[in-house]
């Protein structure tokens, strides 16, 4: 049995999908643990459904889906805090979806009592919600055996103010105290433990980018983190590649192959469409298996006309199908670098995170765009539990009093505009604050003097990042024939305006003179630089108003 953190109070991470929720906590061993359901699985799909008088969530609700959809809640988490639209309405393919009084999208669910009498219910997507969370503090209080005090929660990052209120208000309903709301990619973020070596004498600056692949969408976010601190610099969203398009690709396999042995197109669904929903539940663990597995199997009972269905796929086929669904993903990420001011080369990590990420034909299309120097992960443990578990490990930063929740994690704080460093050459600057670093921030580096030299030059620029050449992949083996001969190290940032010039004139040198170079940046925007000599004391001060 799972334990929280000792302490007198229990905390839980959340991450609620479109498809399906996850909740964690921190153990003993003060890992990320994910809580199983009543089921004994990890994932608890975002389902509910009504027969009858009964209410189902998760998967019993989900295998309702498929011989009553028109009384099964789906896709309700995106329709929080929005108006009506047709649009909303064809997304879910579940429960019809009218507008409400207030003109929001609610969902229109039949329920018979025992007489077999039936009445409309009416239900907002903030009730959808409220009905759910309390499903789910339920679910982790049984199987921890004790009271949630509440909660950290995460929210996709293309969600609007209105959009947050409705999940924090459903929330407070569902009796579930939100501890805080943090943006999905510096959940992830901390999942993959970015910041949590970094000290006052190195504040382990990272650049990362987080590509999540869930099953409506994708989101793919710039993340910078300086000193443990986390500043979410830009994201980009697409519909166009996600667990569903995925799906499809298999679906429209499968359904091709079940028609040459049957004659039956289960894609027509002019009579009858639980054929194509058994389908589309079936292919997604063939998808799942295939990312760990050259083959899969995809076996469906009774799949239409009385008549069973069983196939495989190897991991070729299904790349070579799905190769095109990647370009979207693709597009976003490099967009998404291009509005941050970034190129893929100042890209230190991408972090993986949402179900359809774990596909290995993805990760390759993926890290294609950048470097070696950049590491692509997917060490966070299951795609699909990232999130939750950085939402579990918030909550136990909060309960240790490292964290105060009030302080929020969607506040950004004013933060340095372009990278500041030593200009050493006419096209080459060494940074020492990074773009995106928050204010006030402090680094400081040491300097080496050329050998007898006693005169300190030192020239402080802005700086702007330089691309990586493109490779031209026609001369690819003369490019390597020329690197054997002459190694051209790569600069990655260039300066762009020098800020100020100091001259520290030393009295005494030798080969082990150092200089202690301290970039200060307080919240007013104002640069201070400290050039010192240790040994001596000797030291030059330069201060550059805001620019």
């Not at 393919?93 to 003109?103: C, M, Q, T, Y």
């Not at 995925?246 to 679906?251: F, G, K, Q, R, T």
Request: charged share 25%; net charge negative; with cysteine.
């Amino acid at each position: 049995m799972a334990s929280g953190l000792e302490s007198k109070k229990t905390y839980i991470g959340l991450s609620v999908g479109n498809h399906n929720s996850v909740i964690a906590i921190i153990n003993k061993e003060h890992r990320a643990e994910v809580i199983a359901n009543e089921d004994g699985e990890h994932k608890t799909p975002t389902y509910i459904a009504f027969s009858g008088e009964e209410e189902y969530h998760g998967s019993q609700a989900k295998h309702q889906f498929v011989r009553n959809a028109k009384n099964t809640l789906v896709g309700f988490r995106d329709l929080l805090g929005k108006q009506y639209s047709g649009d909303a309405a064809k997304h879910t393919g579940s429960a019809r979806i009218e507008a409400g009084a207030d003109g929001k999208a609610q969902f229109v669910v039949t329920i018979e009592n025992d007489e077999g009498q039936s009445n409309e219910l009416r239900l907002a997507a903030e009730d959808a919600m409220e009905r759910y969370l309390r499903r789910l503090r339920t679910t982790a209080e049984e199987y921890l055996g004790r009271k949630i005090d509440g909660a950290v929660l995460a929210h996709p990052v293309g969600f609007g103010e209105e959009q947050k209120s409705a999940l924090q208000a459903a929330c407070q309903k569902a009796g579930l105290d939100l501890l805080q709301l943090i943006p999905e990619p510096v959940a992830c973020a901390l999942q993959y433990g970015l910041g949590n070596d970094a000290s006052h004498d190195d504040a382990k600056d990272t650049v990362a980018v987080v590509v999540d692949v869930g099953g409506t969408g994708a989101d793919v976010s710039v993340v910078g983190v300086h000193g443990g601190l986390f500043t979410l610099i830009g994201s980009v969203h697409t519909d166009e590649v996600s667990g569903e398009i995925l799906d499809e690709v298999l679906v429209k396999h499968f359904a091709g192959e079940f028609k040459k042995q049957t004659g039956i197109d289960v894609l027509d669904t002019t009579n009858d469409s639980r054929p194509i929903r058994k389908l589309r539940q079936a292919v997604e663990l063939t998808k799942k298996t295939l990312s760990s597995a050259t083959a899969a199997p995809c076996a469906v009972e009774s799949l239409s006309g009385g008549m069973d269905f069983n196939s495989n796929i190897n991991r070729t086929r299904f790349d070579i199908m799905s190769g095109k669904a990647y370009a979207p993903l693709l597009d976003a990420i490099t967009k998404a670098i291009e509005q941050a001011g970034y190129t893929p080369s100042h890209i230190d990590q991408v972090l993986l995170c949402g179900g359809a990420a774990r596909i290995r034909k993805l990760q390759s299309r993926v890290i294609s765009l950048f470097p070696e120097s950049t590491v692509l992960r997917d060490d966070g443990g299951e795609l699909d539990e990232v999130i939750a578990s950085g939402c579990a490990e918030q909550a136990a930063l909060i309960a240790q009093g490292i964290t105060d929740p009030a302080s929020g994690a969607d506040v950004q704080a004013k933060a340095v505009a372009k990278p500041l460093g030593l200009q050493v050459a006419a096209d080459k600057l060494i940074p020492v604050l990074l773009k995106d670093t928050p204010l006030p921030a402090s680094r400081t580096v040491k300097v080496a003097l050329p050998a007898g030299e006693k005169r300190a030059y030192i020239a402080v620029s802005e700086g702007e990042p330089v691309a990586l050449p493109p490779v031209d992949e026609d001369n690819e083996d003369e490019d390597e024939d020329a690197a054997e001969t002459e190694e051209k190290e790569h600069i990655l940032y260039r300066p762009s305006k020098l800020l100020a010039e100091m001259v520290l004139e030393l009295e005494k040198v030798d080969a082990n003179t150092r200089l202690l170079v301290k970039f200060f940046v307080g919240t007013d925007g104002k640069l201070t630089v400290t050039a010192t000599e240790p040994a001596s004391g000797q030291s030059i001060t330069a201060e550059i108003p805001a620019q």
